[in-house]
């Protein structure tokens, strides 16, 4: 008997890239939020050994996959505790979230399966354990753990809650191609990102608790230009939907995914049916979501 668990996308509502670490890394101040677009992931507990599958194209099926790397790590912490148990499981991966599309797709499968296999052995880690576990995987996969729209900080792993982030629908838009998050931070003008930092200090009013907040006009990433500058298809798409919305359109993570906002469902729904019917036929995709 499989089990199914969602495994949802997430946006980044402004990135700021703050510095670059000793280690390569780059340290982040970014608000975060699940979108309502996921991934159905099926599991069989009962397996025999370790698989994975996946309908997607070019997806990994073998233990480079997030998902499957992450059951590999949840039993060897099971191991480290002394619980002796069966390392089986079959993990079966119906695709919806464009890889390499800064959605965080793979991230949030290895969340998924590791808060399904930690549900499934009866709660052995506390949710403080699997963020840990999961920043081993990835620097996304504790924000998927947390489960809340979050500011990150570090690479991603400092997380704090924002509550009452005002809703809004979304038009989000595949280019037809991946981005290489590794190249986009290495293409990264600092020149031009710095101009921007005063505004985390003065400009970001971001309540952690007690009041609604509007991120319509804190909207900012400065992975955009270089992701623009590396693959002209994410700025020829970036301005020709614009134009079809007659919104301000903005760039997840490293990219390739753009998403405009929209106040009402019905108005998104209109700005999505405008861009299936002007891109018919071509290698973009087009979803319509909301926050989760």
Same mark, same amino acid.
């Given at each position: 008997?499989?089990?199914?668990?969602? @495994?949802? $996308?997430?946006?980044?509502?402004f990135l700021y890239v703050t510095s670059k670490?000793?280690?390569?890394?780059?340290?982040?101040? @970014?608000?975060?939020?699940?979108?309502?677009?996921?991934?159905?992931?099926?599991?069989?507990? %009962?397996?025999?050994?370790?698989?994975?599958?996946?309908?997607?194209?070019?997806?990994?099926?073998?233990?480079?996959?997030? $998902?499957?790397?992450?059951?590999? @790590?949840?039993?060897?912490?099971?191991?480290?505790?002394?619980?002796?148990?069966?390392?089986?499981?079959?993990?079966?991966?119906?695709k919806r979230i464009p890889p390499g599309g800064g959605l965080g797709g793979g991230s949030s499968n290895a969340a998924a399966v590791l808060m399904a296999l930690n549900t499934h052995f009866k709660?052995?880690?506390?949710?403080?354990e699997l963020m840990k576990m999961g920043l081993d995987l990835g620097a996304d996969v504790p924000f998927f753990i947390f489960g809340s729209p $979050?500011?990150?900080?570090?690479?991603?792993?400092?997380l704090e809650k924002v509550a009452d982030l005002k809703p809004y629908y979304l038009v989000l838009c595949d280019?037809?191609?991946?981005? %290489?998050?590794?190249?986009?931070?290495k293409n990264i003008d600092f020149r031009l990102t710095l101009n921007q930092k005063y505004t985390i200090n003065t400009g970001l009013n971001v309540p952690l608790r007690g009041q609604e907040f509007d991120i319509q006009d804190q909207m900012h990433n400065d992975l955009e230009e270089s992701a623009c500058r590396l693959y002209p298809e994410i700025k020829e798409t970036k301005e020709e939907m614009g134009l079809?919305?007659?919104?301000?359109?903005?760039?997840?993570? @490293?990219?390739?995914?753009?998403?405009?906002l929209f106040s009402t469902r019905e108005s998104a729904r209109k700005g999505y049916d405008r861009l299936l019917k002007q891109w018919a036929g071509s290698k973009r995709k087009v979803f319509l979501a909301s926050f989760n």
């Open positions: 008997m499989k089990e199914k668990v969602l @495994s949802f $996308a997430k946006i980044n509502l670490r000793k280690d390569g890394y780059h340290n982040l101040y @970014s608000l975060m939020t699940r979108i309502d677009l996921c991934d159905d992931i099926y599991l069989d507990f %009962s397996a025999k050994e370790m698989s994975i599958t996946c309908d997607y194209p070019g997806v990994p099926e073998d233990e480079s996959n997030l $998902a499957l790397k992450a059951a590999i @790590s949840f039993y060897r912490w099971l191991g480290a505790m002394g619980r002796k148990e069966k390392k089986g499981l079959s993990i079966d991966i119906v709660t052995p880690f506390s949710t403080v $979050a500011i990150a900080k570090g690479v991603g792993e400092q280019p037809g191609m991946a981005s %290489s998050t590794a190249k986009v931070y079809l919305l007659e919104q301000n359109v903005h760039m997840t993570g @490293s990219g390739s995914s753009l998403f405009a």
